[in-house]
């Protein structure tokens, strides 16, 4: 039975996972191009049933899947079109050991970003003044404009910064491999709030050796990393927003 959870948890994890490989170094520079799929896309049209029976549609669920205090189960074999998704509210050790299971898939560990690691601040400072990145809480989020899983979760992202009591000691930089006109018109669309955009910003993408799409990370004020994770999924914002009410309490 408990096999049968983790994988219907981790199932729902990898179905909203949107991760792309997107480095190609030719004698003109870099261009961003899909090589390869983890995972399937999106689906915003999936319909997922409350505890009363009332279906729910992506925009409704995903907001209280991204409290955290919400998980996924089915009536059968999840892999399977027929099967129907139902949202379950979990205690708060449920939320801990799924939170650490789907995480250990999710996780970003290489010689750069790694969780406890040190953030080298050299490839921010080459677009953003040194000065205002020390002794600050620092929230880095990488996405691009064609990347539906990016930007779907923006207004709960902005909704989150905008709840924060000490903005002061929080800066959140937004990187994104795009120029600044595709970044500036996506972000009309789909605005994400309190922010500071980091346009063409392929370099410091490169830097931390980030591949996949979205990818965040969280460092206390000491610039140690606190959080970091690619993809999205049903632990992703809600690992976001306690790592860094977390280190802001710090």
Not at 2 to 25: G, M, R, V
Not at 164 to 183: E, R, Y
Not at 192 to 207: K, N, P, V
Not at 209 to 216: H, M, R, T, W
């Amino acid at each position: 039975m408990k096999y049968l959870i983790a994988l219907s948890l981790l199932f729902f994890a990898k179905a909203h996972i949107y991760a792309q490989d997107t480095t190609k170094t030719t004698k003109k520079g870099v261009i961003t191009t899909v090589s390869q799929m983890r995972s399937n896309p999106l689906d915003t049209n999936r319909i997922v049933y409350d505890e009363s029976g009332k279906g729910l549609h992506y925009y409704q669920y995903s907001r209280l899947m991204n409290t955290g205090n919400f998980s996924i189960s089915y009536n059968g074999n999840p892999a399977l079109p027929d099967t129907k998704a139902f949202l379950k509210k979990i205690s708060q050790e449920e939320q801990f050991k799924r939170f650490e299971m789907i995480k250990e898939h999710l996780k970003i560990k290489n010689d750069y970003v790694a969780e406890n690691k040190t953030l080298d601040i050299a490839p921010l400072s080459a677009f953003y003044e040194k000065e205002k990145l020390e002794n600050k809480v620092i929230v880095l989020i990488f996405w691009y404009a064609n990347c539906p899983p990016c930007t779907e979760d923006f207004a709960d992202i902005s909704e989150f910064i905008k709840q924060m009591d000490n903005p002061k000691d929080l800066l959140v930089l937004a990187i994104t491999t795009d120029d600044q006109k595709t970044a500036k018109k996506k972000l009309e669309e789909k605005p994400l709030l309190y922010t500071e955009l980091i346009s063409s910003g392929r370099a410091i993408a490169d830097a931390y050796q980030i591949k996949s799409y979205p990818s965040y990370i969280v460092t206390d004020k000491n610039h140690v990393i606190r959080y970091a994770m690619a993809g999205s999924s049903q632990i992703t914002i809600p690992g976001l927003k306690n790592t860094t009410k977390a280190v802001l309490q710090q």
